[in-house]
């Protein structure tokens, strides 16, 4: 599991899937600032990488939970990878949309769910585990049996592990905050100075920079 770790933290920061740029900050949607940045929908453009997460995305779902019936994609990053792992594997795929439709059917969960059936979540990124675990809640709200969740890259905040403890949803990733950065110090992608304002921010991300 740790070769696959470190394989899918290769590729992102080949692809620039993952940007680490300490000196000029990203600013996320929630405002807070970051050294880093993570688009994981570049991986769909790349063949061989898009491959490595689908194959990465079956083998882990059977290792961790067995065949579900049903593979869930959280609305909308993770709703092409949802789509593949749910390919690879041969099994029905649906999408969670992160509120219910304002027109037609009102959906919030698109596609074939019933009651009682198994299903594993698939999402691209986690930070603080609220938009994820929300699609949890509404699985679980249409009468289905949540295994857990797997992501293709966590941040690794307390705060996240807290909010899925707490919501009792396993989550599993292919790659993580830990791995990437040392993937880029070993591929020279970030200094070793840089390490430390890092690690600072991932400590206490919504007051670094300020």
């Given at each position: 599991m740790h070769d696959i770790k470190k394989l899918v933290a290769t590729e992102?920061?080949?692809?620039?899937?993952?940007?680490?740029?300490?000196?000029?900050?990203?600013?996320?949607?929630?405002?807070?600032?970051?050294?880093?940045?993570?688009?994981?929908?570049?991986?769909?453009?790349?063949p061989k990488s898009r491959d490595i997460v689908k194959k990465?995305?079956?083998?882990?779902?059977?290792?961790?939970f067995g065949m579900p019936e049903v593979i869930a994609g959280v609305a909308t990053g993770a709703i092409a990878h949802g789509i593949l792992a749910a390919e690879a594997l041969d099994i029905p795929f649906v999408y969670v949309r992160s509120t219910s439709k304002q027109h037609g059917l009102t959906n919030q969960i698109e596609g074939v769910l019933k009651k009682g059936q198994t299903v594993v979540v698939i999402e691209d990124l986690v930070s603080t585990g609220g938009s994820s675990l929300k699609a949890v809640e509404a699985l679980r709200g249409a009468?289905?049996?949540?295994?857990?969740?797997?992501?293709?890259?966590?941040?690794?905040?307390?705060?996240?592990?807290?909010?899925?403890?707490?919501?009792n949803c396993i989550l599993k990733t292919l790659t993580d905050y830990h791995t990437l950065i040392d993937i880029a110090v070993d591929t020279n992608y970030v200094e070793p100075d840089e390490i430390q304002t890092l690690e600072k921010w991932r400590q206490d991300p919504g007051n670094w920079n300020k």
């Open positions: 992102l920061l080949q692809i620039n899937a993952i940007k680490l740029n300490p000196a000029n900050p990203f600013t996320w949607a929630s405002g807070w600032k970051s050294p880093i940045y993570c688009d994981n929908r570049k991986i769909l453009s790349y990465a995305f079956a083998d882990m779902v059977i290792k961790e009468g289905a049996n949540v295994l857990g969740m797997l992501a293709i890259f966590s941040y690794g905040f307390d705060v996240a592990d807290d909010n899925f403890e707490n919501a």
